[in-house]
């Protein structure tokens, strides 16, 4: 099954790794892996079943402000979300939003590999990883390069392709997953490694680390833990098996002694970070599903902790509030993602995979607004003859929108990154960065910073 450039949009919307007959189901999704020595129990599911609600504005909230968090300096983006919890405030940053620079970084995604690593952001570095497993360092002012590794193992002979992983920042060190299956230690001054653990599954989703550990999802709904100094395996978690997911990965949010995970199999699951000892597991799910792509249960993008809930939304179409603490649903609304949401003192953004973007009330889930990102979109038809064999363009797919200066900062498939009024929902600029955006976006300094389909990191002020 060979993936082409100009479909990475829909690959990254469906990838059905389950489907029969493709050669590659086994490589892409070994379930059939040996068990964890150490695997913690598992608890009650409970199911999460959306009302029959319309995404529309609640008539109760018209004309209602909210607040937002003040606008501050961020000085580091270390974590996929920023920090353990992946959830940020409202940075200072990018006012004239118009690119500052651009840098390769490596391998764009192309034939089978793709790059779905979001960069952080530390120590006067930007921190990236190419689609073959390139990890490098950019100076956050120039892009001038700093270093670079290929962290794809010499004596690999299982993956020829082993797309995804990440990257975190924690105490000077740069911890590195990859989808060849393999967490590592890195100087984050130099690149030197300083040590490699290899892992039965392939790991498509960024790293986590706090308190000592590193924690990742493995493509086999396999929460992984490692010690940070050395590398040793921690405790593990199994969730529930699932053959399809998209070709996205979460990574973990943590706040005190919690870790949420979610996986391919739609659970959202709260544990003891010290043990792995499940809290509460939830199915963010629908009862009632149309398609063989509704099937797809997959949360890829990453739980947020904000305000004691946990804030995600799935691919079968529930966005949910749930309390950290009990596990209890506080509000749903049926909203098909595949990014991060992002709460924000008094409401949470979110956008559906068709472009909507939403403004909810975080303690209700009640609805200020609904602006279609992908408002105007007219059919459009590449290739072939006289409509014969012609390749349909898709909507554009958004990232998860980040709060820079008021703004909703989010890049999109079409190559766009837009700023949104985060009161309106009006759109006030938009900048072509050349090719599409789904890697991002993150802040840091003054600066905004995306991930290009080609391999380019581009800089934004």
């Known amino acids: 099954m060979t993936f082409r450039h100009k479909t990475l949009p829909a690959v990254l919307l469906v990838a059905a790794l389950?489907?029969?007959?493709?050669?590659?189901?086994?490589?892409?999704?070994?379930?059939?892996?040996?068990?964890?020595?150490?695997?913690?129990?598992?608890?009650?599911?409970?199911?999460?079943?959306?009302?029959?609600?319309?995404?529309?504005p609640a008539e109760a909230l018209k004309?209602?402000?909210?607040?937002?968090?003040?606008?501050?300096?961020?000085?580091?983006?270390?974590?996929?979300?920023?920090?353990?919890?992946?959830?940020?405030?409202?940075?200072?940053?990018?006012?004239?939003?118009?690119?500052?620079?651009?840098?390769?970084?490596?391998?764009?995604?192309?034939?089978?590999?793709?790059?779905?690593?979001?960069?952080?952001?530390?120590?006067?570095?930007?921190?990236?990883?190419?689609?073959?497993?390139?990890?490098s360092a950019h100076d956050a002012l120039t892009g001038a390069e700093v270093w670079r590794i290929n962290m794809r193992p010499n004596d690999n002979k299982r993956d020829r392709e082993g797309f995804g992983g990440g990257v975190a920042f924690a105490d000077g060190k740069l911890y590195v997953t990859s989808g060849f299956r393999l967490v590592a230690q890195l100087d984050a001054a130099t690149g030197r490694v300083g040590w490699r653990t290899r892992t039965e599954q392939?790991?498509?989703?960024?790293?986590?680390?706090?308190?000592?550990?590193?924690?990742?999802?493995?493509?086999?709904?396999?929460?992984?833990?490692?010690?940070?100094?050395?590398?040793?395996?921690?405790?593990?978690?199994?969730?529930?098996?699932?053959s399809a997911r998209i070709l996205a990965a979460s990574s973990p949010a943590v706040a005190g002694d919690t870790v949420v995970a979610s996986f391919g199999s739609g659970e959202l699951i709260a544990l003891r970070t010290a043990n792995g000892n499940?809290?509460?597991?939830?199915?963010?799910?629908?009862?009632?599903?149309?398609?063989?792509?509704?099937?797809?249960?997959?949360?890829?993008?990453?739980?947020?902790?904000?305000?004691?809930?946990?804030?995600?939304?799935?691919?079968?179409?529930?966005?949910?509030?749930?309390?950290?603490?009990?596990?209890?649903?506080?509000?749903?609304?049926?909203?098909?993602?595949?990014?991060?949401?992002?709460?924000?003192?008094?409401?949470?953004?979110?956008?559906?995979?068709?472009?909507?973007?939403?403004?909810?009330?975080?303690?209700?889930?009640?609805?200020?607004?609904?602006?279609?990102?992908?408002?105007?979109y007219v059919v459009k038809k590449t290739g072939g003859l006289w409509g014969i064999g012609a390749h349909v363009i898709p909507k554009a797919l958004w990232t998860n929108p980040i709060l820079v200066n008021n703004r909703l900062i989010m890049g999109s498939s079409d190559g766009v990154v837009a700023a949104v009024n985060a009161k309106t929902g009006e759109v006030e600029r938009k900048v072509a960065v050349g090719s599409p955006v789904l890697i991002g976006p993150i802040t840091a300094g003054n600066l905004v910073y995306v991930v290009t389909d080609n391999g380019q990191l581009v800089a934004l002020r």
């Open 278 to 376: 499940d809290l509460w597991n939830n199915a963010l799910s629908r009862a009632s599903r149309t398609s063989a792509l509704s099937e797809i249960r997959d949360i890829p993008g990453r739980p947020v902790i904000y305000g004691g809930d946990v804030f995600a939304v799935s691919h079968s179409g529930v966005f949910a509030a749930t309390d950290l603490r009990t596990g209890q649903a506080r509000w749903s609304l049926p909203v098909v993602g595949i990014t991060s949401p992002l709460p924000a003192g008094d409401v949470v953004y979110v956008v559906g995979v068709d472009g909507k973007l939403i403004c909810a009330a975080r303690e209700s889930g009640q609805i200020y607004w609904v602006h279609d990102m992908n408002a105007g």
């Open 63 to 135: 004309g209602v402000d909210f607040a937002l968090p003040p606008v501050e300096a961020v000085a580091a983006w270390p974590l996929p979300g920023g920090t353990p919890e992946q959830s940020m405030g409202n940075a200072n940053a990018a006012p004239n939003l118009a690119i500052a620079w651009r840098k390769g970084i490596g391998r764009g995604s192309k034939d089978g590999e793709l790059i779905i690593a979001p960069p952080v952001e530390a120590a006067g570095k930007v921190f990236t990883m190419d689609a073959e497993a390139g990890v």
């Open 18 to 56: 389950g489907v029969a007959g493709c050669s590659t189901v086994s490589r892409l999704n070994p379930f059939h892996g040996s068990t964890p020595k150490e695997t913690a129990t598992e608890g009650d599911r409970i199911s999460i079943v959306a009302a029959d609600q319309k995404l529309e």
């Open 202 to 242: 392939p790991i498509h989703g960024a790293p986590t680390v706090f308190g000592g550990r590193v924690m990742t999802v493995a493509l086999d709904n396999t929460l992984l833990t490692f010690d940070a100094a050395t590398g040793a395996p921690g405790w593990t978690y199994q969730a529930l098996s699932e």
